[in-house]
């Protein structure tokens, strides 16, 4: 196996593909990228058995081959290579050669054939949505996904299909995310999966701002993909809750507020947030909002917003993390934020995109 290639070229694809290495592998061929070339391009793969993502790239094919290197090893080398022009060659024993001209290095590989094969998805029906679609209304749920290990199911985010519609929903018990995308293309079947935190943040991190990602299921695993980058995942297994009813009815009693500013105000509140004291505190009044923070030992801040109110007066306390990651993920110049009493729910309500928080008892 040899091949030519830029640096530039090639460390991207070893970024994009060696992020699902896990560092304490238990099975050292886990620790390596799989190199090999199909026709005139090179695709790379990593995997933990779990989520595994492969991505192709066009290089200059001298010997066709195949070879697993150390993902993280081969990658700083090839960070820290002088010149943009690199040819890699495999020899005997799975020695590879990395060579610029004035600069070579020598490692070694494992055999190709230990690498685990990534299922294959033939004969699947593929559903498309745009890339930007699919990235919007992730940046809006995948902040509510849960990280607490006994409660495995809440570990991922919901992905509901029927007709042309996708709903995501993401929750970790305080809170509730739901938001929803239109398919390019109607589909006459209903899914539901659960797809976990780890394979969102590589579909974050791939999604571009142009173009459809592909997604086919699998015998309880998904495949995206994103065209140059595949990512293949197993789901999990179990029943979502039904979160639908935890979201509540429209409310008459409704804040409309600038985004931004309400967004900066509970950000300097919650400079005074301690893990004891973590809860900013909301006042309602008429066109006026009063965001403020008392922390013992600490200090105090206090400050009012022109808002549109019309509700009763009341006063309500909340994990200030909580707002700022929906203020953060809105693309709206307003917040409408729906409130009812001080031990209830309150509700961001914005086109295809619900967010229901908890409020926390003040101190």
Not at 103 to 123: H, N, R, V, Y
């Amino acid at each position: 196996m040899k091949f030519r290639t830029s640096k530039e070229n090639l460390l991207t694809a070893i970024q994009k593909v060696q992020s699902v290495i896990t560092a304490k592998s238990v099975l050292p061929i886990l620790s390596n990228i799989l190199l090999e070339t199909q026709g005139g391009s090179l695709r790379l793969t990593a995997t933990d058995l779990d989520i595994g993502i492969s991505c192709l790239i066009p290089v200059n094919i001298l010997e066709q081959g195949m070879v697993t290197v150390p993902a993280k090893r081969f990658g700083d080398i090839i960070k820290e290579l002088p010149s943009d022009d690199v040819l890699v060659n495999i020899k005997k024993n799975n020695q590879v050669t990395i060579d610029t001209g004035s600069c070579q290095f020598k490692i070694l590989g494992l055999p190709a054939d230990e690498f685990p094969k990534l299922p294959e998805f033939k004969d699947k029906e593929v559903i498309k949505i745009s890339q930007a679609g699919l990235k919007h209304i992730l940046s809006l749920t995948s902040f509510a996904v849960s990280f607490d290990e006994t409660r495995y199911i809440l570990n991922g985010i919901l992905f509901k299909i029927h007709k042309n519609k996708l709903t995501l929903v993401a929750t970790d018990g305080k809170r509730l995310a739901v938001a929803e995308g239109v398919l390019a293309k109607e589909t006459d079947k209903d899914v539901r999966i659960i797809i976990p935190f780890k394979t969102i943040q590589e579909l974050n991190r791939n999604l571009k701002e142009d173009g459809d990602v592909s997604m086919v299921l699998g015998n309880n695993q998904v495949l995206f993909d994103l065209g140059g980058v595949i990512v293949i995942s197993r789901l999990i297994e179990g029943e979502f809750p039904d979160y639908a009813q935890v979201i509540p009815p429209a409310s008459d009693s409704k804040m409309s507020v600038e985004r931004e500013k309400f967004l900066l105000s509970v950000r300097r509140a919650a400079l005074l947030s301690t893990p004891d004291y973590q809860a900013v505190k909301l006042e309602f009044f008429k066109d006026k909002l009063v965001v403020s923070k008392s922390t013992p030992d600490i200090g105090e801040s206090r400050e009012e917003l022109q808002v549109q109110y019309r509700g009763k007066e009341m006063m309500i306390g909340f994990n200030p993390v909580y707002l700022l990651d929906v203020l953060k993920n809105l693309n709206t110049p307003q917040a409408e934020l729906e409130v009812t009493d001080s031990e209830k729910p309150a509700v961001v309500r914005a086109s295809n995109y619900t967010y229901v928080v908890l409020p926390m008892r003040l101190s």
